[in-house]
């Protein structure tokens, strides 16, 4: 085969074979095939579009590409949990801790944060002394023990995503669906897992940002995961506002554990209640929603479910006595309270500029060389369809560095608009996708 062949195909809107695209993505990954060839057919992807057939080649072309997690020596049903990401989105510390103390066994490697807040790594090592480099060997053991453990992706896993996510980043061939849903789905296949549950966002703070695109980006990936012959699921749900009120690092474990304690009811703790009781359907271990939604709110009014996040903690040489006793967490130097310019009811936020405005406060990371500081961050005070008075707070700025505070308060100042009238509330979950 000739890459330039392959390219000329594509690029005339035909069909690509599962020999072509795994030649494609074998000699990107070993250097035969160079880079501008790589984006030139990229670019033609983006353009023309893939079937179902051709994107199920290139994710399992994608997830063979280098190693896989050997899942084998875990008694149960071993689950993965993934969302697409967003503001104030941290549902894996709900969700496997929940799911975890139901029986089901939650193997989960999960990446770092670029932009607005770190990832869910950044987010597990604000708890001090908590590790994510565990090999697989102790990965597997932790996961056998306690029912769920959450690591660093290793860098032999899916090689091929790694190199081409690079490439697309910098030839704008980001927004395709085939290639958003064959990243993804490579990398959750690879971890070997029985059953997937796909939390898809939709709105102004998500990657998709209409809900026709994200049903679609859910459809492709269920698709593909069932044709790979696992068990897969996909919940469409909003991200027009910050899911949790808390954005930052040891800001979001701090409301995480406040939730599991039951001390707040709040919007996160519903969709994370959603994926948890999908995972129990599509394990086997319920049979109904009603009895999966029963079986949930046991572990969690019970504590048991704040049980299984200390064993993963104390696991991964992490300082278990957090969820006892918060202060133990990292805490800013200081609180400042953001107010309201004007009255109102609130209409829009504009998500992606909320996470930004954390962001600039040192939350997240802009580059992959920059460092985050795990005790900042912001607290909404104030959601949609809320009534503010001028003067009355709309945040809590959690900060140490106060080089970036003034260009931050205006950022996310003007994420918010204010109405007379109460804006429809939005749904928090549009649909299911199960096939």
Known sequence: MVITDIIEKKKNGLKLTKEEIEFFINGYVDGSVADYQASA?????CIRGMDRDE???LTLAMRDSGDKVDLSAIDGIRVDKHSTGGVGDDTSFLVAPLVAACGCKVAKMSGRGLGFTGGTLDKLESIPGFS???DQNAFVDTVSKFGLSIIGQSKDIVPADKKLYALRDVTATVESLPLIASS???KKLAMGCDAIVLD?????GALMKNLKDSIKLADIMVGIGRMAGVKTSAVVTDMNQPLGNCIGNSLAVKESIEI???NIECDIKTVSMTLAAKILLLSGICDNNSEAMEMLEDKFYSGKALVKLAQMIEAQGGNADIVDDLSLL???AEVIDVRADDEGYISEIRTSEVGMAACMLGAGRMKKEDTIDPSVGIVLKKRLGDFVKKGEVLA???VNDKKNLEDAEKRFKAAYSVSEQQPDELPLIYTIIDE
């Open 41 to 45: 057919l990229l670019m033609a992807i």
């Open 200 to 204: 898809v966002k939709t709105g102004n």
């Open 132 to 134: 994510v480099n565990l």
């Open 184 to 186: 993804i789905m490579s």
């Open 55 to 57: 994107t199920v080649d």
């Open 260 to 262: 599991l304690r039951d």
């Open 396 to 398: 809590e700025f959690h």
């Open 330 to 332: 990292p805490q800013a």
